[in-house]
């Protein structure tokens, strides 16, 4: 039995690391031809950081968990702590590509201007410091914190995979990061009116959607980590969910493509939370309303607040993710077809805890790197941009030669 569990939370983990290709590919068709080849290389150098920040500081924080120790001992050869046949480290595995997904998240937001090497310490910091304690509380309850919740307002936090604990603090942490970064030059003319900057690639834009779609059924279905935890309801759940948030998406974005592909996705964030509990109808509800809220929400950031979010991860993730903790607490109840063991404050609370800490890192991370190394590119270089900048290619380097 414990092999077969290796293997399901080894395959899940698998599903979740090509999500990070979704991630890049997202990023490569929504910005500007010069910025292509960053995305692709910032998405899986962070992914390297972050891999490095939480296999020595994060997993420790969170979970307590050690791996400095003989490979007997981890790999659970010799018994004790450690589950036999290495589980605990597929789990690390698993987890890992959680954590990753914040920095991959930020990457959008803050895309055409951003420094290379600050960036990717401030992927380490974020990965090793910051996203474990939310991680560590609302999983394992480090802190006394689902004690407290369960005494306060009648039920433990309930976060089934990620909603608040990964895309709203990667959302919320971004729209700090976007802030202290500032806007892309040329984006708002100087009477405050935007200047349209369209996707380069609807294709490649499309195809990073896809993939993070179809990677999602692992980072939902596999959060249950053991194989006789598995239920179909998270995987029917999931599937509405997109499809309401690519249905409203598409009427309320007025048949835009960008809309219509972030549309699947804001269903998919929201409905990572209560996803194990919800009946499907109100899944897919939560995913119709996450999907028309992308919508309305990115065009206000973009067009009333002017904010260069390029990619719009405080809208998808940020305010999707938290938007889904909070339903949570109102579609998994049993009043409503749902398992029951939740409750609206407690889903209510714990959000704003999780958005609480992320606001204020993205703010205190950026804004000390910014006063120590700079965070945006020159001028210059951000007129030619990063491809050409700081990997001294472009993403057709046949073609510059024409």
């Given at each position: 039995?414990v092999g077969?569990?290796?293997?399901f939370?080894l395959?899940?983990a698998v599903m979740?690391?090509?999500?990070?290709?979704?991630?890049?590919?997202?990023?490569v068709g929504?910005v500007r031809?010069?910025?292509?080849v960053?995305a692709?290389?910032?998405?899986?150098?962070?992914f390297?950081?972050?891999?490095?920040a939480?296999?020595?500081?994060?997993?420790?924080?969170a979970?307590?968990?050690?791996f400095?120790?003989s490979?007997?001992?981890?790999?659970?050869?010799?018994?004790?702590?450690?589950?036999?046949?290495?589980?605990?480290?597929?789990k690390f595995?698993?987890?890992?590509?959680?954590?990753?997904?914040?920095p991959?998240?930020?990457?959008?937001?803050?895309?055409?201007?951003?420094k290379?090497?600050p960036?990717l310490?401030?992927?380490?910091?974020?990965?090793a410091?910051?996203?474990?304690?939310?991680?560590g509380m609302?999983w394992n309850?480090?802190f006394?914190?689902?004690?407290?919740?369960?005494?306060?307002?009648?039920?433990?936090?309930?976060?089934?995979?990620?909603s608040?604990?990964?895309?709203?603090?990667?959302?919320?942490?971004a729209?700090?990061?976007?802030?202290?970064?500032?806007?892309?030059k040329?984006r708002?003319?100087?009477?405050?009116?935007?200047?349209?900057?369209?996707?380069?690639?609807i294709?490649w834009?499309a195809?990073?959607?896809?993939?993070?779609?179809?990677g999602?059924?692992?980072?939902n279905?596999m959060s249950?980590?053991?194989?006789e935890?598995i239920?179909?309801?998270?995987?029917?759940?999931s599937l509405l969910a997109?499809m309401?948030?690519t249905?409203?998406?598409?009427?309320?974005g007025r048949?835009?493509?960008?809309?219509?592909?972030?549309?699947?996705?804001?269903?998919l964030?929201?409905?990572?939370?209560?996803?194990?509990v919800?009946?499907p109808?109100?899944?897919?509800?939560?995913?119709?309303?996450a999907?028309?809220l992308?919508?309305?929400?990115?065009n206000w950031?973009?067009n009333?607040?002017?904010?260069d979010?390029?990619?719009g991860?405080?809208p998808?993730h940020?305010?999707?993710?938290?938007l889904?903790?909070?339903?949570?607490g109102v579609?998994?109840?049993?009043?409503l077809?749902?398992m029951?063991?939740?409750?609206?404050t407690?889903?209510l609370?714990g959000t704003?805890?999780?958005?609480?800490?992320?606001l204020?890192?993205?703010f205190?991370v950026?804004?000390a790197?910014?006063?120590t190394?700079?965070?945006?590119?020159?001028?210059?270089?951000?007129f030619?941009g990063?491809?050409?900048?700081?990997?001294?290619?472009s993403?057709?380097p046949?073609d510059?030669l024409?």
């Amino acid at each position: 039995m414990v092999g077969s569990d290796v293997f399901f939370i080894l395959i899940g983990a698998v599903m979740v690391l090509a999500m990070h290709a979704g991630f890049a590919f997202l990023e490569v068709g929504t910005v500007r031809k010069r910025s292509q080849v960053n995305a692709l290389v910032k998405i899986l150098v962070d992914f390297a950081a972050s891999t490095i920040a939480y296999f020595f500081i994060g997993y420790s924080i969170a979970y307590g968990v050690s791996f400095l120790q003989s490979a007997k001992i981890i790999s659970g050869a010799e018994g004790g702590l450690f589950a036999g046949q290495g589980y605990d480290l597929v789990k690390f595995f698993f987890l890992l590509t959680f954590a990753a997904a914040v920095p991959a998240i930020i990457s959008g937001g803050i895309a055409e201007r951003a420094k290379f090497y600050p960036q990717l310490l401030a992927t380490f910091l974020l990965v090793a410091f910051v996203y474990p304690v939310f991680e560590g509380m609302a999983w394992n309850g480090n802190f006394g914190f689902q004690d407290f919740m369960e005494h306060t307002f009648g039920a433990k936090f309930h976060d089934f995979a990620g909603s608040v604990v990964v895309h709203a603090m990667g959302g919320w942490i971004a729209l700090g990061a976007v802030i202290m970064l500032g806007n892309r030059k040329g984006r708002y003319r100087a009477d405050g009116t935007s200047v349209g900057m369209p996707p380069s690639n609807i294709i490649w834009l499309a195809l990073g959607a896809w993939i993070l779609c179809v990677g999602w059924f692992g980072f939902n279905v596999m959060s249950a980590q053991k194989l006789e935890a598995i239920s179909g309801l998270v995987a029917v759940n999931s599937l509405l969910a997109m499809m309401g948030g690519t249905l409203s998406a598409l009427v309320i974005g007025r048949n835009d493509p960008g809309f219509v592909h972030n549309g699947a996705l804001a269903g998919l964030v929201a409905v990572c939370a209560g996803s194990d509990v919800m009946h499907p109808v109100g899944a897919l509800a939560t995913g119709a309303i996450a999907g028309a809220l992308f919508v309305f929400a990115f065009n206000w950031q973009q067009n009333k607040l002017k904010i260069d979010d390029v990619l719009g991860v405080w809208p998808l993730h940020g305010l999707c993710g938290a938007l889904g903790g909070i339903l949570c607490g109102v579609f998994g109840l049993e009043a409503l077809g749902g398992m029951g063991g939740v409750t609206f404050t407690s889903q209510l609370a714990g959000t704003v805890v999780g958005v609480g800490i992320a606001l204020v890192a993205g703010f205190v991370v950026y804004g000390a790197l910014k006063a120590t190394m700079g965070i945006r590119l020159t001028e210059e270089q951000e007129f030619y941009g990063p491809d050409l900048s700081i990997h001294k290619v472009s993403s057709m380097p046949e073609d510059d030669l024409r």
